[in-house]
């Protein structure tokens, strides 16, 4: 359904997923948030088709390739494109979240289920919480961070692309329609 065809990517771009819809560019991730955060004004210039923030002189947009000609860069994203932003960020962290807490649990219960299992430390408070306790820190380092930063965020990633996907979809029929 869309034009977009992703050049060869340059080295600044990280993963950027060919599935026709051209947000978010880094570049305008970057000024979403930065304005978000009151760093930045929200006026510039942007490409007409992706909103990516080009020069003012730009004759093609250099994340989607649209050229000026063609749809005139605009002076501010539109409101849809931001909230798309939001709602990207918010279900990614809902992810990755989600996936910590579940890793809280299995370093809470994974020791505490050695302790039950071998009856010297099962019948000695003293023994099972020596052992119980370091094996407890060691998994509140490590199972959090494994599952969070890489399930969640994996997982997350997928979830609100697709959101994302459904935003563009929609804001771009909204827009062409007008
Ligand atoms: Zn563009």
């Given at each position: 359904m869309s034009r977009y065809r992703?050049?060869?990517?340059?080295?600044?771009?990280?993963?950027?997923?060919?599935?026709?819809?051209?947000?978010?560019?880094?570049?305008?991730?970057?000024?979403?948030?930065?304005v978000?955060?009151?760093?930045?004004?929200?006026?510039?210039?942007?490409?007409?088709?992706?909103?990516?923030?080009?020069?003012?002189?730009?004759?093609?947009?250099?994340?989607?390739?649209?050229?000026?000609?063609?749809r005139p860069p605009v002076d501010v994203v539109p409101?849809?494109?931001?909230?798309?932003?939001?709602?990207?960020?918010?279900?990614?962290g809902r992810w990755v979240n989600g996936f910590a807490y579940l890793g809280v649990l299995i370093a809470m219960v994974l020791p505490l289920s050695v302790v039950l299992t071998i009856p010297a430390l099962k019948?000695?408070?003293?023994?099972?919480?020596?052992?119980?306790?370091p094996l407890l820190l060691i998994g509140m380092r490590v199972f959090p961070g494994i599952l969070g930063g890489y399930f969640g965020d994996r997982m997350g990633f997928e979830a609100a692309r697709k959101k994302t996907r459904a935003a563009w979809?929609?804001?771009v029929a909204e827009r062409d329609r007008a």
């Open positions: 992703p050049e060869e990517p340059s080295p600044e771009e990280r993963f950027r997923p060919d599935d026709g819809c051209p947000l978010f560019s880094p570049r305008l991730e970057a000024h979403l948030v930065a978000s955060r009151g760093e930045t004004p929200e006026r510039g210039t942007f490409c007409g088709h992706c909103y990516t923030p080009i020069g003012r002189e730009s004759v093609a947009c250099p994340h989607c390739g649209e050229p000026a000609s063609k409101a849809p494109v931001t909230a798309a932003l939001r709602a990207q960020r918010a279900t990614e019948d000695s408070l003293i023994l099972g919480t020596a052992v119980y306790a979809e929609q804001w």
